[in-house]
């Protein structure tokens, strides 16, 4: 076990609608990213927040936001939810600049865009 | 060209065979090279960790990087049953912030 917990496990929503996602970082870990895993393809970059401020963005459009509290638990937001969304969503906790060389994943909120 | 790319598989070998498992890249900036597990519905689980070039052993688990050739692989020694997973292999420059997945390759290991 990492000691990166998501939240929830699962989730069903239809398309329009909007949806938070929940993570716990690893302790003593400042920075956190996100990844969207679609079926059978490797996890794809959102974004990621170090020390509560975004640091650095792939390329998914502004309806994917995210938060990171001064507990370095962070929030991903999605908004207007389209079909294609429906995905594993992955978050992964490090140590931050200049340490990141190392991800440590949590397992997953498995996400059903209808 | 994907910026990482890796056989999909599914690979299926019998119980105690060595596995080799690839992955190639187009990034010269690429230093960090790591491997990951990746379970039914799982998150992926980090298996092993790589700076720069050079062969790394954990267990029945060795790593190789020749960035000369752009080239990286995972071989797993004994292989069990419950090596049978998806594995990934991710990578990242200096000064980015995101790692770069592969596609990962579906492995299968026959008692």
């Known amino acids: 076990e990492t000691g990166v917990t998501q939240s929830p496990t699962h989730l069903i929503k239809t398309r329009g609608q909007q949806v938070t996602l929940r993570c716990s970082s690893q302790s003593g870990h400042n920075t956190v990213s996100w990844y969207q895993q679609a079926l059978g393809q490797g996890p794809q970059f959102i974004f990621q927040?170090?020390?509560?401020?975004?640091?650095g963005r792939g390329n998914f459009p502004p309806r994917f936001s995210g938060l990171q509290f001064p507990n370095y638990s962070s929030e991903l937001n999605v908004n207007a939810l389209e079909l294609d969304d429906s995905a594993l969503y992955l978050c992964a906790s490090s140590l931050g600049r200049p340490l990141i060389d190392t991800q440590y994943f949590g397992p997953g909120t498995r996400l059903t865009v209808l | 060209q994907k910026e990482v790319e890796q056989d999909p598989g599914p690979l299926s070998v019998p119980e105690g065979a060595i596995v080799s498992l690839n992955c190639t890249y187009s990034?010269?900036?690429?230093?960090?090279f790591m491997w990951y597990r990746q379970y039914s519905r799982k998150g992926p689980e980090l298996l092993m960790y790589t700076y720069s070039s050079g062969n790394k052993e954990d267990g029945r688990f060795t790593a190789q990087v020749d960035k000369s050739s752009k080239y990286i692989s995972l071989f797993i020694r004994d292989s069990q049953p419950s090596d049978s997973a998806t594995y990934l292999c991710?990578?990242?420059?200096?000064?980015?912030?995101?790692?770069?997945f592969g596609p990962g390759t579906r492995l299968s290991v026959l008692p």
């Open positions: 927040y170090y020390r509560e401020e975004e640091n």
């Open positions: 990034n010269s900036a690429f230093q960090y």
């Open positions: 991710a990578m990242k420059d200096n000064y980015g912030q995101n790692f770069v």
